[in-house]
Nanobody, 115 residues
Framework: QVQLVESGGGLVQAGGSLRLSCVAS????????MGWYRQAPGKQRDLVAV???????DYSDSVKGRFTISRDNAKNTVYLQMNSLKPEDTAFYYC?????????WGQGTQVTVSS
């Protein structure tokens, strides 16, 4: 089993930056993939960024060039650096882990970007 705890959300002006953190309850070496999803009110939860085994990353087109996913294995933590934020990035952001064919979610953190 994997517990995930996110932090780092908040209110920021358009053009600003935030860094989200997701701490896992076990070594992230053993986790097949970790990523970030977001869900805006009335919309479905969509993939933002994912890091798979071997460090392979993938991003949604809407955040490419602005967001970066990274990890610190020693801290069992995955980060999402968000730069050049836009009002349309406003959403609840969730950390996700894929481990032994099961999917785990964190409780989420709110990101609000004001115009």
């Amino acid at each position: 089993q994997v517990q995930l705890v996110e932090s780092g959300g908040g209110l920021v002006q358009a053009g600003g930056s935030l860094r989200l953190s997701c701490v896992a309850s076990r070594s992230i070496f053993s986790i097949n993939a970790m990523g970030w999803y977001r869900q805006a009110p009335g919309k479905q939860r969509d993939l933002v960024a994912v890091m798979r085994s071997g460090g392979i990353t993938d991003y949604s087109d809407s955040v490419k060039g602005r967001f970066t996913i990274s990890r610190d294995n020693a801290k069992n933590t995955v980060y999402l650096q968000m730069n050049s934020l836009k009002p349309e990035d406003t959403a609840f952001y969730y950390c996700n882990a894929r481990f032994l064919d099961l999917t785990y979610w964190g409780q989420g953190t709110q990101v609000t970007v004001s115009s």
